[in-house]
């Protein structure tokens, strides 16, 4: 579709900024098809220690190393514990404050702290000789945890992924929620259930489910899609043509607020254009040449010689009017640009079952030229 002539201005406006292409590509959205161990490890997984101390900082831990152990020998293990600590800011990488840390936290009673430092012993040191003594002491510290889930939650799981795959949305869903019944604190079922409800339309519930997925699993490496999907999901708005919205702006003022839900600006706005365009119409001057002397400030009507008619704000007022209608009209347009930019983001995140979970989408947008504006309003590439 071209505009040609008439909206020489819309280029204008172009040229100064005015109109951003609404484009955005889209991004995988899709299950989560593989489901963790049952049970959680002992030792959870540590980032490896980038600090490399110096020479100095080393000797120091050293040091502070062999005090410790000593006032552990001698039965202060408290204060031993404080040196070892100042041992392990000066040397973070070294296995053998760890080791010493974890046997006087435990000789202390304080099994969770000597879990810490028994696993970070073991991440520093994976070859340890003593490893397998190690790990049996933190499994001795460590609660049995429950699992997260059995064989049957296991099995609708891929029940559910099946039917997704299969184009069934409904026995996806009915499968995810079985499975979050029987495991509610599995963050892969928790995800696939909202997945499958904003399929649905069911975005409130979409939402709630990919919250719950962001606290059971805070680290995710899909946290920030997430976290921007759950804001489409909270957020819709409604779809409005740009081009339609400026051309009502054009013709009454405030109407393309009004178009893309800014009501009370809109109305307000078109109350002030309407006022002053009833100004100018409306009010008038009237001069009237009087033959004779006027009666109680009215010249009689037989004495009338001309009456002449201006409007004085009629200029004033059209002005106002046509300045209020521009202003809107770009205000709403750059507005419905801004509403169709967040929706070709939300439709990004549109899941499609039978193994269609992936989008393209492109648009709404305007492409300039001398010519006219071009607008390409729709590209969607499953």
Known sequence: MKIGRTLRS?????????LVPATSRAQAVDLKRALPEPTPPLCPSTPPVSVSPSPADRAE??????????LTILGDVESAVGLLRQAEQLNPASPDVAYRLAAAERDLGRGSDAVV???RYLSLSPGAEDGDEVRELVSQLVPPAAPLYDDVAAGRFHDGVSAWDKGDANEAAAAFLDVVRMAPNLPEAVYNRGLVSAYRDQD???????????????GAADRDLVDEWIGYLNAPVAARSATQVLA?????????????????????????GVGAAAAGLLVKTVDVQCLGIPVNGQCPPDQIKSETESR??????????GGLSVVGAVLAFRRAQTNNEFLAGAR??????????RVEFEGPALQASMDGVGIRWLRVTF
């Open 10 to 18: 819309v280029l204008l406006a172009a040229a100064l900024g005015l």
């Open 117 to 119: 430092y028994y696993c």
């Open 61 to 70: 831990a050293e040091r502070l190393l062999a005090r410790g152990t000593e």
């Open 312 to 321: 004085d704000f009629l200029v004033p007022g059209l002005i106002a009017y």
């Open 204 to 218: 409130a519930q979409a939402a709630a489910d990919l919250r719950r997925y962001v606290t059971l699993r805070p």
């Open 348 to 357: 990004r995140f549109e899941p499609r079952p039978g193994g269609q979970g």
């Open 248 to 272: 009502g702006g054009l013709v009454v003022p405030g109407l393309g607020q009004v178009m893309t839900g800014s009501t009370v600006p809109g109305f307000a706005l078109m109350g002030a």
